[in-house]
C-alpha cells in the first residue's frame, strides 16, 4: 500500500477543517486535508454567529466570503405567539462583530475550501477515512479509501479530526459520551420562498417557538432560497406521519406567523430527519490527535453555536499544534480542553435554560430590561469567554435567578 507522511493530517473539509488548515499552512506547517464527499456538498448548519468572523479573518479566509455575497445576519429574532423579542448584535456587552452571515452551507463551504486550496493547501476530494491506528508516542497511520476506492496511508505526527457528523475518531478510538441535553431531533428542507416580503422582514432571520420545546427556524438566503427546520423532542416529531415531507407539511401549521407565508411552497429536498442529534465525547485531545467541531461536541440549533465552536476549537487546535511542533510545551488538559468545555458550558447552560423555559420567560419579558438583554446578546453572539459579563461568568445560575424575579413579580401583579 502506498504511503505518505505529513506533518499534520486534517480530517474533514466543513469549516472547522478549513480554519485549522489554513492556519497551520500560514505557519509554514506542512498539511493535508483529506475530505470524503466531492465539493459542493449539503451540510445543515446555516446561521452563523458574530465570533466566528474573527476565526475566518485570522486565518486569512474572510475575503473570498465576504465578496460572494451571502445574506448578512445582523441579530435574532424569536417569536412566542404575539410577543416578539429582537436581538441586535450591535447593542452588545462584547465588543467584537456586530454581524454575520446566514448561508446555504453548500455554497459556504466550498467558497471556504476554493480559499484554503488557492492558499496552496492539499485537499483531497473523494478521499475517506477508514481507519486510524495511533501509537503511545502519538505517531499516527490513517488508512484512507480515494475517489477509486484504493486504499492507501498516511503516517503523521498530529491529527486533526474535523469530521463533523462523520465522528471518524469518537467512532474508532471508542470516545463516544451520551449527551447529557435532553433527546431533540429535527426535520428541515429549503424553499424557493415565493411569498417572501419586501424589505427587512422578508430576511430576517427568526425562531418561532410554537410551544416550549418545539420551534421552527426560518433562515432566508441571499439566492431567494429559505431553509426551513423545526427541532423539538424526539417523540413529538415521531408522532406525526407519513414521509419526512408530509412530516414537516403538517408541522407548518402550528406557526402563525409564517402559515401563510409557507403554505403550498415546493420543498427543493425531501426534508431530512435528523433524530438525538446531540453529541459528546469522553475527552478532547490525546496523544497526536485533537478533536475539533461537531466531532468533538455538538449541543443543539437553538443558539446556532456549532460553526462558531468548530471555528473556535479549529483555529485553538491548529495553534496548539503549532506549538508544538515548535518544541514547545503544550498542556493540552489546560490550553484547549479546559477552554473549549468552558465555552460548551456556557452554551449548555444556554440550551437547557431555553427547553426548561427560564430563557423564555427572560426573552419575552416586558419592559426588557436593556443591560441584561446587551449581556445575553454577547452570549448569542458567540463571545462566551467574556469574563465581564455576568451572564457568562454565572451561566448556571443568573438565568434561574432573573426568570424566578421575574415569575414572582407577575404573580404579585395579578
Ligand atoms: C438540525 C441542526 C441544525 C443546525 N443548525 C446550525 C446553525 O444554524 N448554525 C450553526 O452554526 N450550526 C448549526 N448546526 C451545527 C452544524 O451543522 C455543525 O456544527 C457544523 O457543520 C460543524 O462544522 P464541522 O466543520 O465541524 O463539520 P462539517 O461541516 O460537518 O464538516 C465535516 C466534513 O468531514 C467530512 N468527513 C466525514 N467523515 C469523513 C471521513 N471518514 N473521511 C474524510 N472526511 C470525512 C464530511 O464529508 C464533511 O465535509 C446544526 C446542526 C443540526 C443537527
Not at 467558497?111 to 499516527?140: A, T
Not at 446556532?304 to 496548539?320: H, I
Request: proline share 4%.
Amino acid at each position: 500500500m502506498n504511503q505518505r507522511l505529513v506533518e499534520v493530517l486534517v480530517i474533514g473539509a466543513g469549516p472547522s477543517g478549513c480554519v485549522s488548515a489554513a492556519f497551520l499552512q500560514g505557519q509554514g506547517i506542512q498539511v493535508q486535508v483529506v475530505e470524503k464527499s466531492i465539493f459542493p456538498r449539503f451540510v445543515i448548519g446555516e446561521s452563523l454567529l458574530p465570533r466566528c468572523m474573527d476565526h475566518f479573518e485570522e486565518v486569512g479566509l474572510l475575503e473570498g466570503l465576504n465578496a460572494f455575497g451571502f445574506e448578512k445576519k445582523f441579530g435574532a429574532r424569536f417569536i412566542k405567539g404575539d410577543k416578539i423579542c429582537e436581538f441586535d448584535f450591535s447593542k452588545k456587552h462584547t465588543k467584537g462583530w456586530d454581524w454575520t452571515w446566514q448561508v446555504p452551507r453548500a455554497d459556504f463551504d466550498k467558497v471556504l475550501v476554493d480559499e484554503l486550496i488557492k492558499k496552496g493547501v492539499e485537499v483531497s476530494f473523494g478521499h475517506e477515512v477508514v481507519d486510524v491506528v495511533i501509537d503511545e508516542n502519538g505517531g499516527s497511520l490513517t488508512t484512507i479509501k480515494d475517489e477509486n476506492g484504493e486504499p492507501y496511508q498516511v503516517q503523521a505526527k498530529y491529527i486533526i479530526d474535523s469530521s463533523g457528523y462523520g465522528r471518524v475518531l469518537p467512532r474508532l478510538l471508542d470516545l463516544d459520551k451520551p449527551s447529557v441535553l435532553p433527546s431533540h431531533s429535527s426535520i428541515f428542507t429549503h424553499v424557493v420562498d415565493v411569498n417572501r416580503p419586501e424589505g427587512r422582514e422578508g430576511t430576517l432571520i427568526t425562531f418561532d417557538v410554537v410551544d416550549k420545546e418545539v420551534w421552527l427556524w426560518v433562515i432566508p438566503f441571499s439566492n431567494g432560497r429559505t431553509s426551513i427546520g423545526y427541532v423539538g423532542p424526539t417523540e413529538f416529531l415521531e408522532s406525526f406521519e407519513g414521509s419526512n415531507g408530509e412530516k414537516l407539511t403538517q408541522m407548518l401549521k402550528l406557526s402563525n406567523y409564517y402559515y401563510e407565508r409557507f403554505k403550498g411552497v415546493e420543498f427543493l429536498f425531501e426534508p431530512v430527519l435528523i433524530k438525538n442529534y446531540s453529541k459528546s465525547v469522553k475527552k478532547l485531545y490525546g496523544k497526536g490527535f485533537v478533536l475539533t467541531g461537531n466531532s468533538a461536541e455538538f449541543l443543539d440549533p437553538v443558539f446556532s453555536s456549532g460553526v462558531t465552536f468548530a471555528t473556535e476549537s479549529a483555529l485553538l487546535g491548529a495553534k496548539l499544534i503549532a506549538k508544538a511542533l515548535k518544541g514547545e510545551a503544550v498542556d493540552w488538559e489546560k490550553e484547549y480542553s479546559d477552554y473549549i468545555r468552558e465555552g460548551v458550558n456556557v452554551f449548555s447552560s444556554y440550551v437547557n435554560e431555553w427547553y426548561s423555559g427560564n430563557l423564555q420567560t427572560l426573552f419575552f419579558h416586558e419592559p426588557e430590561n436593556p443591560e441584561v438583554k446587551r449581556q445575553i446578546c454577547s452570549v448569542l453572539a458567540g463571545y462566551v469567554w467574556d469574563k465581564t459579563n455576568p451572564f457568562v461568568t454565572k451561566h448556571n445560575r443568573l438565568i434561574r435567578t432573573v426568570a424566578h424575579i421575574i415569575e414572582l413579580e407577575k404573580q404579585k401583579s395579578e
